[in-house]
């Protein structure tokens, strides 16, 4: 199976500051395809989790664009450019490029200082 | 809209069954992937179970293997997970999700010892 990392696992951010959430996987997430299966994943308190950010870089619907993905391979990164209140929660990254099963991290929470 | 709504949790002894289903509206179900996957505080996200759009494929979570079937019912747009010989270790939130593009708001499922 693929193993998904991330880190921090815990970020307290300045309202206003830029927040960065690593994950990185245990193999190459490109796929004979020539897609890379990364998937960002917002879970506010109390909530479902939400997709953000589909193959790497794609935001979903009604997603803002301070929430960019990035990177390539087995390195990557969910960005977000000035953190707001409502982005308190916690981050998941997942793959879908070698299923079954499809993998998550072990999540990164995200708090205001 | 797209809406995923989870009904069939509760509490149930050891070694029980548990049947989930999963109403869905909002877009052409038969077209859709749709998956199972649990959350507990420890372990965080954790895919259950997928089954394609008409039915004929399934896959499962080697812990779940041999005990939980996935189902569907195109012609009523429900999904269902069948859950038998239930330990401990199953307790968790179980959400159904369309393609991890959207998600249902959680059953809770908590089996006794």
């Known amino acids: 199976d693929v193993v998904m990392t991330q880190s921090p696992l815990s970020l307290p951010v300045t309202l206003g500051q830029p927040a960065s959430i690593s994950c990185r996987s245990s193999q190459s997430l490109v796929h004979s395809d020539g897609n890379t299966y990364l998937y960002w994943f917002q879970q506010r308190p109390g909530q479902s989790p939400r997709r953000l950010i589909y193959k790497v870089s794609n935001r979903d619907s009604g997603v803002p664009d301070r929430f960019s993905g990035s990177g390539s391979g087995t390195d990557f990164t969910l960005k977000i450019s000035r953190v707001e209140a409502e982005d308190v929660g916690v981050y998941y990254c997942m793959q879908g490029t070698y299923w079954p099963p499809w993998t998550f991290g072990q999540g990164t929470k995200v708090e205001i200082k | 809209e797209v809406q995923l709504v989870e009904s069939g949790g509760g509490l149930v002894q050891r070694g029980g069954s548990l049947r989930l289903s999963c109403a869905a509206s909002?877009?052409?179900?038969?077209?859709?992937?749709m998956h199972w996957v649990r959350q507990t505080p420890e372990k965080g996200l954790v895919w259950v179970s997928h089954?394609?759009?008409?039915?004929?494929?399934?896959t499962y979570a080697d812990s779940v293997k041999g005990r939980f079937t996935i189902s569907r019912d195109n012609a009523k747009n429900t999904l269902s997970l069948q859950m038998n010989s239930l330990r401990a270790e199953d307790t968790a939130v179980y959400y159904c999700?369309?393609?991890?593009?959207?998600w249902g708001q959680g059953t809770l499922v908590t089996v006794s010892s």
């Open positions: 999700a369309r393609s991890f593009e959207h």
């Open positions: 089954i394609n759009g008409d039915g004929s494929g399934t």
């Open positions: 909002g877009f052409t179900f038969s077209n859709s992937w």
